[in-house]
């Protein structure tokens, strides 16, 4: 009978800190590893102690950490060749980390014994087991990472499976077969883990992947369908090179689709707030087309699709997103159908059903926008005007005559704007500190009198795209804003021959949605 709870071993860390442009804190690390204690990861992977003044300052308080789910780990190499275990700076600073699991790691790959360590065989199997049965008479779990064991697998069976023995005998409750070079195809971790499983049944199996190849996952899930029941990865797939197995896709796969437990009760919810957390703090980009927690996992453009998923989400969402956290999202461009306007019009979806002209002039009017470069999809408050434009609904609280910019000789840009609102018309001036911010101070210094909840609103984000850029400096521009009143936030965009023109129509909608919105 199968194993149904599979051990997840977080590396974050550690490894994941050894991608490209990633670079934690100590105070980082805290709130990463409190991020995943709360979503229950087994183990939690803090570094390699004494590596790095940081790793140390993180282990010293890591000693005062309440972990409520996880348990932390060390990690280090085995005892240097021809050394003295008790006497292995390495092997001292993973005892002096004080955590209950001790990961070590060690050759598997005789290549690896000849050209990096530089020892026997023999000799390597001792840096192995002296190793294991010293943290082990010091009263730690230890871990063992059979490093390269795959591609020394194929090189040499005999004697990868002879380091595997060394760690068991001298007794590492785990030992995790590592595809380090990434290399490996699926069938091969699945055929050599059953075989790993068989020779050693007392032993728990783990896997360690890393994605080279863009299998890392794939051969995680062969591992635990082939025996194995402990994983270790990374959360958004973080580290060296290519990376290792991403967290995100592994957990789910293993919950939801292959029936392995592998977090507490109605944690799996978190995942996509974890995963989009640990890259707020680690400052990047998150992926938004990631399977499972991205923003576009579960996000409709296609007519066709719309109309289905509407119907029944299944059609086209391989699993329910509220599952993992996330959402379902319709998606509004050139390739939508009338479905996407009644799934997308927050509020008016049945009106437009009632009035199907007006959701084909809505639709219509989309992709003539959507020709001339403008893009809804991260623009949720202008598709809402132009939905309630389209219905006659849309309240006209002051009309744009015209506006200027003028840089003087210091540099500093002066907005003139002239508008209607009801029948009193409008002309002020503001200076700012760019074109934009000129054009934003100046128009709320014409409108607030007349609507002082304006006072609230604050454009707190401004993106803007060059659609040709081709034609140099006369190519058209793409401008998105968004806007808070500090409970609600909102983005709109603008399109023009220069960012002045796609600046003030963006910044004119996101006070126009507000006042709409009745905020």
Do not use: M, R
């Given at each position: 009978m199968k194993d149904s709870f599979v051990e997840i071993y977080d590396t974050t860390l550690r490894d994941?800190?050894?991608?490209?442009?990633?670079?934690?804190?100590?105070?980082?690390?805290i709130k990463i590893a409190r991020a995943l204690d709360e979503i229950g990861v087994s183990y939690i992977e803090g570094g390699w102690p004494g590596a790095n003044p940081k790793d140390v300052d993180f282990f010293e308080r890591a000693k005062s950490i309440s972990l409520k789910n996880s348990s932390f780990a060390a990690f280090g190499s085995t005892r240097r060749p021809n050394g003295v275990v008790g006497d292995d700076a390495v092997v001292q600073g993973l005892l002096a980390a004080e955590t209950p699991i001790v990961t070590i790691f060690g050759k598997s790959w005789d290549f690896h014994v000849d050209i990096a360590l530089k020892t026997t065989l023999e000799e390597n199997l001792r840096m192995i087991a002296e190793t294991v049965s010293h943290l082990k008479s010091h009263g730690r779990r230890v871990f063992y990472d059979a490093e390269h064991f795959f591609d020394g697998f194929r090189a040499n069976s005999e004697y990868a499976l002879d380091t595997i023995n060394a760690a068991v005998q001298a007794g590492a409750e785990t030992v995790i077969l590592c595809d380090t070079?990434?290399?490996s195809l699926p069938e091969q971790i699945a055929e050599t883990v059953e075989l790993v499983k068989s020779r050693f049944a007392r032993a728990r199996i783990g896997i360690h992947c890393h994605n080279d190849s863009e299998l890392a996952v794939a051969n995680s899930l062969a591992a635990v369908e082939a025996g194995a029941t402990h994983v270790q990865g990374v959360f958004n797939g973080y580290g060296e090179r290519c990376g290792n197995a991403n967290l995100c896709s592994v957990i789910p796969n293993l919950e939801l689709k292959m029936g392995r437990r592998c977090l507490p009760e109605d944690k799996l919810k978190l995942l996509t707030h974890t995963s989009r957390y640990i890259n707020e703090v680690a400052n990047l980009v998150p992926n938004e087309r990631a399977a499972f927690v991205g923003r576009s996992a579960?996000?409709?453009?296609?007519?066709?699709?719309?109309?289905a998923v509407s119907k029944a989400k299944e059609t086209y969402e391989h699993i329910n997103p509220e599952d993992v956290g996330n959402e379902t999202r319709v998606l509004i461009s050139d390739q939508s159908g009338v479905s996407n306007i009644r799934f997308k019009a927050d509020g008016l979806g049945d009106e437009f059903t009632k009035n199907p002209d007006a959701a084909r002039r809505l639709l219509s009017q989309l992709k003539v926008l959507e020709h001339e470069g403008y893009s809804f999809e991260d623009a949720e408050a202008s598709f809402q005007l132009l939905a309630l434009g389209a219905l006659g609904k849309r309240k006209h609280f002051f009309e744009p005559i015209e506006y200027r910019i003028w840089i003087g000789s210091s540099g500093d840009p002066e907005a003139v704007v002239r508008l209607n609102v009801g029948d009193v018309t409008v002309h002020t001036a503001s200076l700012g500190v760019g074109p934009a911010h000129a054009l934003d101070q100046a128009l709320r210094k014409a409108l607030t009198p007349h609507y002082p909840q304006i006072d609230r609103f604050h454009l707190i984000d401004f993106k803007v795209r060059i659609l040709d850029g081709e034609h140099a400096t006369a190519a058209k521009t793409r401008v998105h804003v968004e806007t808070s009143d500090g409970e609600r936030s909102w983005n709109t965009v603008g399109v023009g021959e220069n960012i002045i023109a796609a600046s003030w129509q963006a910044i004119v909608e996101s006070i126009d949605f507000g006042l709409q919105m009745g905020k």
């Open positions: 994941g800190a050894q991608g490209e442009g990633l670079a934690y804190t100590v105070e980082d690390k070079n990434g290399g579960f996000a409709h453009k296609g007519g066709i699709h719309v109309s």
